[in-house]
T-cell receptor, first 115, second 110 residues
Framework: EPEVTQTPSHQVTQMGQEVILRCVPISNHLYFYWYRQILGQKVEFLVSFYNNEISEKSEIFDDQFSVERPDGSNFTLKIRSTKLEDSAMYFC?????????????FGPGTRLLVL | DAKTTQPNSMESNEEEPVHLPCNHSTISGTDYIHWYRQLPSQGPEYVIHGLTSNVNNRMASLAIAEDRKSSTLILHRATLRDAAVYYCIRGGGSNYKLTFGKGTLLTVNP
């Protein structure tokens, strides 16, 4: 069964450093998402991406964050200058089509720890 | 705002059925009802979704009230591996993003 994969599974970084989280969505999917979950809290939407551009972003997704689909298979989330409060699980998700009944499939997540 | 209401927690015994309720009284006519679950330290996992009719798949059944203001996720025989947080999510919102609430923490007792 096709699945979304994410690398690395864990990342530890120093405050102020740049990190890139990588995702390989399900092949042929067209819509891509990043969510995050701070420990003990709800899963929160960060950004959606379609047709090589951001279609929606949340208040959390400020100019320290960026997303890219560099090569048609990977989908990346970059945090330019990490803060302590960026420590969280980051989940990538993808969906195939445009109607609201389409299922989003999530990856296993990257646990980011900012020290 | 998740716009759905679920109990914070529920408990079940292994091999017994579990009925997880969800209220979505302000749901629009075109919003699907999606159920996801999240096992400890894992990403959300799709369970089932529906619009008006009841739905069955290999994981669960979804019973949708006739007025669509509520739904119930049914796990026919709970196993220990079903212990998770279950999220009821309406529609997909703009750009089909999922808005998660706190969900229902299901505990399954052996």
């Amino acid at each position: 069964e096709p699945e979304v994969t994410q690398t690395p599974s864990h990342q530890v970084t120093q405050m102020g450093q740049e990190v890139i989280l990588r995702c390989v969505p399900i092949s042929n999917h067209l819509y891509f998402y990043w969510y995050r979950q701070i420990l003990g809290q709800k899963v929160e939407f960060l950004v959606s991406f379609y047709n090589n551009e951001i279609s929606e972003k949340s208040e959390i997704f400020d100019d320290q964050f960026s997303v890219e689909r560099p090569d048609g298979s990977n989908f990346t989330l970059k945090i330019r200058s990490t803060k302590l409060e960026d420590s969280a699980m980051y989940f990538c998700a993808s969906r195939g089509g445009p109607y609201s009944g389409e299922t989003q499939y999530f990856g296993p997540g990257t646990r980011l720890l900012v020290l | 705002d998740a716009k759905t209401t679920q109990p914070n927690s529920m408990e079940s015994n292994e091999e017994e059925p579990v009925h997880l309720p969800c209220n979505h009284s302000t749901i629009s006519g075109t919003d699907y009802i999606h159920w996801y679950r999240q096992l400890p330290s894992q990403g959300p996992e799709y369970v089932i979704h529906g619009l008006t009719s009841n739905v069955n798949n290999r994981m669960a059944s979804l019973a949708i009230a006739e007025d669509r203001k509520s739904s119930t996720l049914i796990l026919h025989r709970a196993t220990l591996r079903d212990a998770a947080v279950y999220y009821c999510i309406r529609g997909g919102g703009s750009n089909y993003k999922l808005t998660f609430g706190k969900g229902t923490l299901l505990t399954v007792n052996p």
